[in-house]
């Protein structure tokens, strides 16, 4: 189930990227500064000939000249004394070469005596010494620095002014050293400052460099999960389908939905809700296989990718233990609360090849279940006549609602003392213009999902009381009972049914309103309070499909309602099995001794009715008596309908 994080591999690229990036900088300052010393070095080393030349002039060979001037040649002391300190500078090696020039360019002496290589007189840098300037010039012969010339004016210590150019040819391998050391020691310097220098880039770029990759990584993660429960969400779900969608083993994919989720938000608020959401991923982790994905796809709805599946069976036997292991109660704040769930299933390949049609599969499958008793439902592709699934359902309705699309039909309620029609219940049908007829199976579920179930429960009660009191207007007392959905008992209820008794002119006690007792979950809350509010106000009601929900006996005694219909999965039971009849004969007892009366619901023969009757069952509805039909033909049967049309009735 984990997935590596993204960007590791290329997150080690970054870092091979910024490293080389921040060296190349780096190496050009290096390159820079080490050629900057080196001409630093010449520079330096230049400066120090023209000192030691200077010392050279003023210490050797200033003394020794008269300040006579030099184009009269030497005198013989000049020239002793000349050789002496010549020759000691010679001898040190500091000196290369030395020659005395009279302005005129004509040598007066020399250390070797000769002449070759002299400048001639002419020469521009021989003017400038001549003129009293120093000139410093690095000579090469081919095979790199050998020596530096110098070229300076010799003022005669005895007169004080110029009397000739000293031409001086000093080693360079004495600079050069000098320059080597100096070089080395800065080298190591830059070395180790431009080492650190990147050391400390590398570092930086380091460090950047991973918490690029950890933000990137858990962005990446949180793109693909729920915060709440720290599931996968629908994008993950996605990938992962599609992946396992393109190999060859099958799969099963499910959608989890869980019901009455949205009283547990409304009752006990939207931190137990979390907490649900919480303990429902949990217990989802754990009863799967690990290789099994578990996403959130959003609000209640729960993703579930099994692979490996191949067959039906297989499926079925995993989603049992799962759907168990979700029906263990959970405690949100102090109540006990449990879960149920339903659970939509396709499978790969059989019910499609790709994510989308598998997705679509597992919605209609959900869809089935939602409104059948069986919480797991397999896809079958003979239910495809139905709706594509919720959605499309919720939004077709929405027209249907428009275009008064919607039709009641009726069955009547007998009383088993007398045998007379007392009320008929309103059983909404769909005229779909494409598919026909609808049932209510079909869409109600769908409808009570959704916020629609408010104008669609409006648009029942209004129809069913028009009804009423059209055949009220023909005399006939029949009362009517509407169906109503839990999520139709908010606060504003009460009034909504008041406004449409008042419209109708149909009175308040002939009005019952039948809730689906399953519906109503563990804490009724606020249900609770708004059918006490009708009550009040003389509106009358009916805990339908009694028996097969929980804590049904606990809302026999709280609720205020005056009548219970047993499921008729009791009561089609009673004739063939005597577990059915003891549970409908203690349901009546009970319901007796609360005072409610008792209607038996799927009543289909007439052993059935007299069986009932004989138990004490107030009335009874089913197929015995009529199937649902217009209300017309109700008072038009031949039987059931004593009372006539007055248009219908012979004029004469
Ligand atoms: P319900 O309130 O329990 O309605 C009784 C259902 O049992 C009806 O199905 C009726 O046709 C069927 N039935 C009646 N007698 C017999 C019998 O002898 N044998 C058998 N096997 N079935 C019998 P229908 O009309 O398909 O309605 C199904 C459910 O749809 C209703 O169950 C009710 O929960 C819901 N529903 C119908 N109309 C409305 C409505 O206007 N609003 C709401 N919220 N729900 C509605
Ligand atoms: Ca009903
Ligand atoms: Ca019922």
Redesign the pocket.
């Known amino acids: 189930m984990r997935t590596s994080g993204p960007g590791l591999s290329s997150g080690t690229g970054l870092f091979a990227t910024y490293a080389v990036a921040s060296l190349v900088p780096v190496v050009a300052l290096g390159v820079v500064l080490a050629h900057g010393n080196r001409e630093d070095g010449v520079e330096r080393g230049l400066e120090s000939a023209r000192a030691q030349a200077a010392v050279i002039e003023e210490m050797a060979i200033a003394p020794a000249l008269s300040g006579d001037d030099l184009r009269e040649g030497l005198t013989s002391s000049e020239e002793r004394q000349l050789q002496e300190a010549t020759d000691l500078a010679i001898f040190h090696g500091s000196v290369v070469r030395l020659r005395l020039r009279a302005f005129d360019g004509a040598v007066v002496f020399s250390d070797d005596g000769g002449v070759r290589g002299t400048l001639p007189s002419d020469d521009p840098d021989f003017r400038a010494a001549a003129a009293g300037g120093t000139r410093l010039d690095v000579l090469d012969e081919g095979t790199g620095p050998s020596s530096i010339r110098v070229l300076q004016p010799v003022i005669a210590g005895a007169v004080g002014r110029s009397v000739g150019v000293l031409e001086l040819e000093l080693p360079y391998d004495a600079i050069a050293a000098e320059v080597e050391a100096a070089s080395t020691r800065t080298f190591q310097r830059l070395g180790a400052g431009l080492g650190s220098l990147y050391l400390v880039l590398a570092l930086i770029s380091l460090s950047t460099t991973r918490r690029l990759r950890r933000n990137a990584a858990r962005s990446a993660h949180d793109a693909l999960h729920d915060p709440l429960t720290g599931l996968g969400n629908r994008e993950l779900f996605r990938r992962r389908v599609d992946v396992a969608t393109r190999s060859a083993v099958p799969l099963a994919v499910v959608l989890v939905d869980l019901d009455r989720f949205k009283e547990v938000n409304d009752t006990l608020g939207h931190h137990a809700g979390d907490e649900l959401l919480r303990t429902v991923a949990q217990r989802l982790s754990d009863t799967l296989r690990t290789d099994d994905t578990v996403t959130r796809l959003g609000g209640d709805e729960f993703g579930l990718l099994l692979s490996g599946i191949t067959g039906v069976e297989e499926v079925l036997s995993l989603l049992v233990r799962v759907s168990q292991a979700l029906t263990a109660s959970v405690e949100l704040d102090g109540v006990a609360v449990t879960v149920e769930a339903s659970f939509g299933v396709a499978l790969h390949p059989r019910d499609g090849h790709d994510t989308e049609s598998l997705l679509r599969s597992a919605d209609v499958a959900m869809y089935q279940g939602k409104r059948g008793t069986n919480s797991i439902v397999v896809y079958d592709p003979h239910l495809e006549k139905t709706p594509a699934g919720r959605l499309a359902v919720q939004s077709e309705l929405r027209l249907a609602l428009e275009r008064d699309e919607l039709v009641l039909?009726y069955?009547p309620l007998v009383d088993l003392a007398t045998g007379e029609v007392t009320r008929l219940?309103?059983?909404?049908r769909w005229e779909h213009p494409k598919r026909g007829l609808l049932?209510?199976?079909e869409f109600?579920p769908a409808v009570?999902q959704s916020n629609l179930v408010h104008p669609f429960?409006r648009w029942?009660l209004a129809r069913a009381l028009g009804d009423c009191a059209a055949w009220a207007s023909l005399g006939v007392p029949w009362e009517v009972s509407?169906?109503?959905?839990i999520r139709n008992l908010d606060v504003d209820f009460p009034e909504v049914v008041l406004a449409q008794l008042d419209a109708s002119g149909v009175e308040r006690s002939r009005l019952h309103l039948?809730i689906?007792e399953t519906a109503l979950g563990v804490d009724p809350g606020g249900a609770g309070t708004v059918l006490e509010r009708l009550a009040a106000y003389g509106v009358r009601s009916a805990l339908?499909?009694f028996g097969v929900g929980y804590a049904s006996l606990s809302h026999l005694r709280t609720l205020a309602v005056d009548e219970v219909?047993i499921d008729?999965g009791f009561v089609a039971g009673v004739e063939t099995n005597e577990a059915d009849r003891e549970v409908v004969r203690s349901l009546v007892a009970l319901a007796h001794g609360l005072r409610l009366t008792v209607t038996a619901?799927?009543?289909?023969t007439q052993q059935a009715a007299d069986w009932l009757s004989g138990v004490g069952c107030d009335a009874a509805?089913?197929?015995?008596y009529s199937?649902?039909t217009t209300w017309e033909q109700l008072v038009d049967h031949p039987t059931l309908g004593t009372h006539r049309r007055p248009t219908l009735e012979p004029t004469s």
Do not use: C, F, I, M
Request: hydrophobic residues 30%.
């Open positions: 039909h069955q219940e309103a059983l909404v049932p209510p199976a109600v009570e429960t029942v509407v169906n109503v959905s039948e689906t339908d499909d219909k008729r619901e799927g009543v289909e509805q089913g197929y015995w199937r649902p």
